[in-house]
Nanobody, 134 residues
Framework: QPQMVESGGGSVQAGGSLRLSCDFS????????MGWFRQVPGKKREDFAS?????????????AYDEAVKGRFTISKDSANNIMYLQMSSLKPDDSGVYYC??????????????????????WGQGTLVTVSA
């Protein structure tokens, strides 16, 4: 059974940095995309209307970013150790939220994951909270 577990959230002042990690296991497909998504605090993950795309990465290492985070966030993965990262810099209060990592095998190109309806994405983690204060 595929599993994804996030860590690294916390509180930081505007302009600061954080690195999120996502340990993933049990995913046997060779071709898939993984990504990060942000949910408004207080909302359930399933409240799809308020989820925001952040970034995605595919099996070949190709990446895609939402315009709001381009140049500030970097997504990467360590395939040997089954870990995906999100390095966040120049953080803004609007970046606050619960960050979820997710994966879908029906995706071979990173931008596709950011166009996939959230309810169709196969595997989700439990989320990690990021709070950016002004």
């Amino acid at each position: 059974q595929p599993q994804m577990v996030e860590s690294g959230g916390g509180s930081v002042q505007a302009g600061g940095s954080l690195r999120l990690s996502c340990d993933f296991s049990g995913y046997t497909q060779k071709s898939y995309c993984m990504g990060w998504f942000r949910q408004v605090p207080g909302k359930k993950r399933e409240d799809f209307a308020s989820i925001k795309d952040v970034a995605a990465i595919d099996s070949d290492g190709g990446t895609a970013y939402d315009e709001a985070v381009k140049g500030r966030f970097t997504i990467s993965k360590d395939s040997a150790n089954n870990i995906m990262y999100l390095q966040m810099s120049s953080l803004k209060p609007d970046d606050s939220g619960v960050y979820y990592c997710a994966a879908d095998h029906d995706c071979q190109w990173a931008p596709i994951l950011l166009r996939t309806p959230y309810r169709d994405i196969e595997v989700w983690g439990q989320g990690t909270l990021v709070t950016v204060s002004a």
